[in-house]
Each structure stands twice: as structure tokens, then as C-alpha cells.
């Protein structure tokens, strides 16, 4: 692939939001139910797509389609300018002309270009139109021991059911080249490192990225990746109401026989919640809640690989999660 980094004009192409995933998969059948055991609500099927939003304001978070093979169909940022999106179809590696998404929920245009260390494709879209959100649940309110919150006579009370995925939090990749990818992203676009993880000779190895917005309060990250020997979606993220609801779609999963990857814990960078399943293709799709927000007033964090850096309670880590 073509490892060109810098920008012919130093000009960054300006994201404002992650927007969605597309994953293909050889028995969609068991795909879609699985999508729909997670949380997500199926809202347009066209030729091989099945479209699924979430409860927040995006058309859709996932596209899945039908295909002789399992394979990751890339991410897809909001830029901020339909000049942009022209920009980007000018200057980035492999990218392609504009291109109206006319069947997919929202409309709006979209450029994809190749990954230019490891060649997985990249989504950049303008104009959709977004949906009203969905009201699922109100939020609950606690007892402490000496703060109550709930008035008396009021009881908690749930009914079994899948989590509802609100939005796409992030997505993560291993990548062949940790610093030609590292220098690709955050010179061509507003990524800005949150976490950078380091090896024991000082190389970093991992970073967790958000989008420089300036004073504006943004998540934790949007996108990571971490070297390893070959390139390959790790998994993709999405968020849910609150705790006791992403615990109950925990439960609904494993009571549907799915098999859990990592969870339920809470990790140390980023601090969200998370819980880890495996779909029937073998990828890993992440619930997760109550994430830290970043602005440009918080300095990067440097640290020390280490399986104890991941999370601070929950179950050990698997030993092939990093793989």
C-alpha cells in the first residue's frame, strides 16, 4: 500500500463525530438476530443491507450485509464541510469520488478511501439527515447511604429485554505499523491522542484517539488501534442507557446462548463500563457506559503496557484479547 502520510497542503480534514459501522457476514440470518439480541433496531433492508439505528439522532450505527465471507466493512466519520469531503476524494490514498449514499437511512455523500499501512477501508460522509431520538428509559435515581434520591414508596423494577445501543461509541484496529498509522491520522485528520500506551523500550505501541474540537467535550475516544503482526478489526462499540440496563442485555445474550468475550468490568482509560460479546461471525461488539469526555485542556496520558492498565474490576483479562 501507499504509506504517504502528509497532507499535499498540511491541511487537516476536520471530523466532528464517528457515524457508523458496515461488517458482512456469510449467514446474515444469524446476524441479524444476534443484532437485534444486542439492541439494535432494524430500520431499512435494500438488495443485501440491513440497516439498524440506534436510540440517539444517527439514521443508522450498523450496516450489515450478506457476503461469501466475514469481513470488516470499515467506519465511517461525519466531516464538517461538504468542502471537506472534496478535499478528502482530492488527497487521500486510494479514495474514491464522491458517491451518494441514496439507498442507505439518511441520504447525505460519502467518500471512502484505503488505509494507507494496512489497507482497510475508511468511510467519510456530509448531509445525512439525522432522526428524532428515541426515548427508552428515564433516568434512574439512587440511594446512598446517607444521599436518597428516590422518593419513598418508589421501587426499581425491570423487565428482561436487550439492551438498547444507543450510538457508535468507537472502533479499534490492530495495525502492522503503529507510527506510519499514528502519523497518517493524526496529520491528516483532528485525531488527538488521549492514551498512549508504550512497550518497555519507551515505543509507543497503542493510542486511544478522540477528535480535537477545541473546548468542546468529545469522547474519550472515537478510534484506537495497537500494533500486532497482522491487521484486523479488533471490535466496534456502542452505547447503552446505564448500568442496570447494559447488565440486563448482559444477561439476555448469555440466556440466548451467545458467548461473552470480556465483561462485565470497568476499564482504567476511558473509564467506561464494558462488556465484550463475540457475534455468530466471530466479531467482537462492545456495550458500554458511563465514558470520560476530553476537551483540549486535557494533556495526553503516557503509560506502560501492562494487562493491569485495562481495567481496574471485573474479570481477568482473556489472553487472546489483544490478539
Request: proline share 6%; charged share 20%.
Amino acid at each position: 500500500m501507499d504509506s504517504s502520510t502528509n497532507s499535499p497542503s498540511g491541511r487537516q480534514i476536520k471530523l466532528v463525530r464517528i457515524a457508523h459501522v458496515y461488517y458482512a457476514h456469510k449467514n446474515i440470518e444469524k446476524a441479524r438476530r444476534f443484532l437485534e439480541d444486542f439492541g439494535f433496531q432494524e430500520i431499512k433492508r435494500v438488495g443485501k443491507c440491513t440497516y439498524y439505528r440506534g436510540t440517539g439522532s444517527e439514521p443508522f450505527v450498523y450496516c450489515a450485509r450478506e457476503s461469501d465471507d466475514n469481513e470488516f466493512g470499515g467506519a465511517a466519520f461525519v466531516v464538517e464541510s461538504m468542502e471537506d469531503l472534496e478535499y478528502a476524494a482530492r488527497t487521500l490514498p486510494n479514495a474514491t469520488k464522491i458517491q451518494e449514499l441514496s439507498e442507505a437511512p439518511g441520504g447525505g455523500s460519502c467518500v471512502t478511501f484505503l488505509d494507507p499501512v494496512d489497507g482497510f477501508p475508511f468511510h467519510l460522509v456530509y448531509g445525512q439527515i439525522s432522526s428524532e431520538n428515541v426515548a427508552v428509559h428515564s433516568e434512574l435515581k439512587f440511594n446512598y447511604p446517607v444521599e436518597k434520591h428516590r422518593a419513598g414508596n418508589k421501587f426499581q423494577r425491570f423487565q428482561k429485554a436487550p439492551s438498547p445501543v444507543h450510538k457508535l461509541g468507537h472502533f479499534g484496529m490492530c495495525v502492522t505499523n503503529f507510527s506510519k498509522t499514528y502519523e497518517f491520522y493524526t496529520t491528516r485528520f483532528n485525531f488527538t491522542p488521549s492514551d498512549l500506551v508504550h512497550n518497555k523500550a519507551g515505543q509507543n505501541i497503542t493510542t486511544f484517539l478522540h477528535l480535537e474540537r477545541g473546548s468542546e467535550l468529545v469522547d474519550h475516544h472515537c478510534f484506537f488501534f495497537f500494533e500486532g503482526p497482522k491487521p484486523h478489526v479488533h471490535h466496534s462499540s456502542f452505547e447503552t442507557h446505564d448500568f442496570d440496563t447494559q447488565v440486563l442485555g448482559h444477561d439476555w445474550l448469555r440466556h440466548q446462548g451467545y458467548e461473552n468475550c470480556w465483561g462485565v468490568g470497568r476499564h482504567i482509560m476511558g473509564s467506561q463500563i464494558f462488556d465484550y460479546w463475540f457475534d455468530p461471525s466471530r466479531f467482537i461488539v462492545e456495550h458500554y457506559v458511563d465514558g470520560d469526555l476530553v476537551n483540549n485542556s486535557n494533556p495526553t496520558n503516557h503509560s506502560l503496557a501492562s494487562p493491569d492498565n485495562l481495567h481496574i474490576w471485573g474479570p481477568d483479562l482473556p489472553p487472546t484479547f489483544l490478539q
